[in-house]
């Protein structure tokens, strides 16, 4: 499984930003598909996931401003961040777990909020 990052940038504090994750691989096999981000210094944790019914769960930090979704039909999941704030610069990475216990990643991508 390949997956592909991309719509990070800068943005001003309060904009808002989507980020896409492509698959190579039909996502609706997959158990759950994720975002995690990683800031400079710190460990990388869990911003959003969303299962294979479609649940989702979020970071407490990003609760209200963040929205995880996926298309099916493009093998493609999303994330819409909004209210940005300086705190939530990092790289973001997309992640897949599958049912077989494999884990797969994809490349970061650079958020950066700032004035």
């Known amino acids: 499984v390949q997956l592909q990052a991309s719509g990070g940038g800068l943005v001003q504090p309060g904009g808002s930003l989507r980020l896409s994750c492509g698959s190579s691989?039909?996502?609706?096999?997959?158990?759950?598909m994720g975002w995690y981000r990683q800031a400079p210094g710190k460990q990388r944790e869990l911003v959003a996931q969303?299962?294979?019914?479609?649940?989702?769960n979020y970071a407490d930090s990003v609760k209200g401003r963040f929205t995880i979704s996926r298309d099916i039909a493009k093998d493609m999941m999303y994330l819409q961040m909004n209210s940005l704030k300086p705190e939530d610069t990092a790289i973001y990475y997309c992640?897949?777990?599958?049912?077989?216990?494999?884990?797969?990643w994809g490349q970061g991508t650079q958020v950066t909020v700032s004035s």
């Open positions: 969303i299962t294979n019914v479609g649940r989702t």
């Open positions: 992640n897949s777990d599958q049912y077989s216990g494999m884990s797969y």
């Open positions: 691989e039909n996502i609706f096999s997959f158990k759950t």
